[in-house]
């Protein structure tokens, strides 16, 4: 992380613990922009650490939480559509109620 993401990230703490969260989400979105290890290059999403691959041949990557894209030492890997499912599967369940 850069030096200014860290201070975007302190600074939205201390903004959610004070209660403005409007704040919160302005800065901690900077915090991701200003580290673009975090921004996803294909919708500008948050990526997340992950590891892919099979059991004892794992890679360390990249996931972004938008779009499923992930990235192993900044190429695309492949897509991951699992967390697309899930949450239109939960939507489907909350009609039904």
């Given at each position: 992380?850069?030096?200014?993401?860290?201070?975007?990230?302190?600074?939205?703490?201390?903004?959610?613990?004070?209660?403005?969260?409007?704040?919160y989400?302005?800065?901690?979105?900077?915090?991701?922009?200003?580290?673009?290890?975090?921004?996803?290059?294909?919708?500008?999403?948050?990526?997340?650490?992950?590891?892919?691959?099979?059991?004892?041949?794992?890679?360390?990557?990249?996931?972004?939480?938008?779009?499923?894209?992930?990235?192993?030492?900044?190429?695309?890997?492949?897509?991951?559509?699992?967390?697309?499912r899930?949450?239109?599967?939960?939507?489907?369940?909350?009609?039904?109620?």
């Open positions: 992380m850069t030096s200014e993401a860290i201070w975007y990230a302190a600074r939205a703490i201390i903004d959610y613990l004070g209660g403005n969260v409007q704040e989400k302005r800065l901690s979105r900077l915090a991701t922009k200003a580290n673009s290890r975090m921004v996803c290059a294909n919708c500008g999403g948050i990526k997340l650490p992950c590891r892919v691959g099979r059991k004892g041949n794992w890679k360390h990557g990249y996931i972004c939480t938008d779009c499923g894209q992930i990235t192993v030492g900044g190429v695309m890997y492949r897509c991951c559509y699992v967390p697309l899930r949450v239109s599967a939960d939507a489907g369940l909350q009609m039904q109620k």
